[in-house]
């Protein structure tokens, strides 16, 4: 991921939360809808979630030292994990925990009938040109793959984060208006509580998504099939015969640890063996466009 590309939707999406987040509170004010309590809270927490994503990537700049002798890039996961977090806790139990209060306590929406309606109007023009920002910063990265495969397999977590947030917010808006529609229709302010409700639920099953993958970046994933072919054909030229195993994880998005056993030319002197290792990490660096940190050892292969 180019880093540009993941910090321009990180802010077009906060820009949009910000704004939309002034809204809903608003509405909320005037009406005392739940659903838009709900949406407001849940527009907070992903204000809050992209200030997390901006730190997270600000870590993962740090250079390595000797306490993180590999790095600060697995940083971006661990902030993540966080948004995950946030977004199940702020987001979606608070939606549920407001739906079952106004469920047992409903109240119409007399005044300002209106507010609510152009609060979500409003809402999804603005989700939608966020949406629309991480969309374009995404295709040039995800290539032929669908969007559900990008975002279970990308080792980028910024993009599928905002895709996500950014899709569930205009979910939860189109559930905000159909619960304050039919509470203006009907009356009954179970409605609202109800459109709350489904907010929750919608926030809880994102947030469960994002937490699965960002775990598992977080305990390292190994490259795609494609940087592991690259590789392994750059490192069997030239004085490296074959290789005995192979092993490529992810230290963050743009980073990979490659550590290889390799069974090299016999003929080789000492000083003909370490300039094919050299030659053959010159060659790997060349084949995939990522940081590398590159540990070959040299081995027979034996019969078992």
Same mark, same amino acid.
């Given at each position: 991921?180019?880093?540009?590309?993941?910090?321009?939707?990180?802010? &077009?999406?906060?820009?949009? =939360?910000?704004?939309?987040?002034?809204?809903?509170?608003? &509405?909320?004010?005037?009406?005392?809808?739940?659903?838009?309590?709900?949406?407001?809270?849940?527009?907070?927490?992903?204000?809050? =979630?992209?200030?997390? !994503?901006?730190?997270?990537?600000?870590?993962?700049?740090?250079?390595?030292?000797?306490?993180?002798?590999?790095?600060?890039?697995?940083?971006?996961?661990?902030?993540?994990?966080?948004?995950?977090?946030?977004?199940?806790?702020?987001?979606?139990?608070?939606? !549920?925990?407001?739906?079952?209060?106004?469920?047992?306590?409903?109240?119409?929406?007399?005044?300002?009938?209106? /507010?609510?309606?152009?609060?979500?109007?409003?809402?999804?023009?603005?989700?939608?040109?966020?949406?629309?920002?991480?969309?374009?910063?995404?295709?040039?990265?995800?290539?032929?793959?669908?969007?559900?495969?990008?975002?279970?397999?990308?080792?980028?977590?910024?993009?599928?984060?905002?895709?996500?947030?950014?899709?569930?917010?205009?979910?939860?808006?189109?559930?905000?208006?159909?619960?304050?529609?039919?509470?203006?229709?009907?009356?009954?302010?179970?409605?609202?509580?109800?459109?709350?409700? &489904?907010?929750?639920?919608?926030?809880?099953?994102?947030?469960?998504?994002?937490? /699965?993958?960002?775990?598992?970046?977080?305990?390292?994933?190994?490259?795609?099939?494609?940087?592991?072919?690259?590789?392994?054909?750059? !490192?069997?030229?030239?004085?490296?015969?074959?290789?005995?195993?192979?092993?490529?994880?992810?230290?963050?998005?743009?980073?990979?640890?490659? &550590?290889?056993?390799?069974?090299?030319?016999?003929?080789?002197?000492?000083?003909?063996?370490?300039?094919?290792?050299?030659?053959?990490?010159?060659?790997?660096?060349?084949?995939?466009? !990522?940081?590398?940190?590159?540990?070959?050892?040299?081995?027979?292969?034996?019969?078992?």
């Amino acid at each position: 991921m180019s880093a540009h590309g993941g910090t321009k939707a990180i802010i &077009a999406a906060l820009s949009a =939360n910000l704004g939309i987040a002034v809204t809903k509170f608003g &509405a909320f004010a005037l009406t005392g809808s739940s659903s838009m309590l709900a949406e407001g809270v849940h527009s907070v927490a992903d204000s809050g =979630n992209q200030l997390l !994503l901006l730190l997270g990537g600000r870590e993962a700049r740090r250079k390595p030292d000797a306490s993180h002798p590999f790095g600060y890039g697995r940083g971006r996961y661990f902030w993540a994990f966080i948004v995950a977090l946030v977004l199940f806790s702020l987001g979606g139990l608070f939606a !549920l925990y407001e739906a079952y209060e106004k469920f047992k306590h409903p109240e119409p929406i007399d005044a300002w009938h209106w /507010v609510p309606v152009a609060v979500i109007v409003v809402g999804l023009i603005m989700e939608s040109f966020s949406l629309r920002t991480a969309v374009k910063e995404t295709k040039p990265i995800k290539g032929s793959l669908s969007y559900i495969k990008f975002v279970r397999q990308s080792k980028l977590p910024e993009l599928p984060v905002v895709l996500l947030e950014d899709t569930a917010a205009l979910i939860g808006l189109v559930l905000a208006g159909a619960g304050i529609g039919a509470t203006l229709i009907t009356g009954d302010g179970r409605w609202d509580a109800v459109g709350s409700a &489904a907010i929750g639920v919608l926030l809880v099953i994102v947030a469960f998504i994002l937490a /699965v993958e960002m775990k598992s970046l977080l305990l390292g994933e190994g490259a795609s099939p494609e940087h592991i072919a690259a590789i392994e054909q750059a !490192l069997t030229q030239e004085g490296i015969v074959s290789l005995i195993h192979l092993r490529v994880m992810h230290l963050g998005p743009d980073e990979l640890l490659v &550590a290889a056993k390799i069974e090299a030319d016999p003929s080789l002197d000492v000083a003909g063996l370490a300039a094919a290792i050299d030659a053959a990490e010159v060659r790997s660096r060349a084949a995939v466009d !990522l940081r590398q940190t590159i540990y070959l050892e040299p081995d027979l292969r034996r019969i078992a």
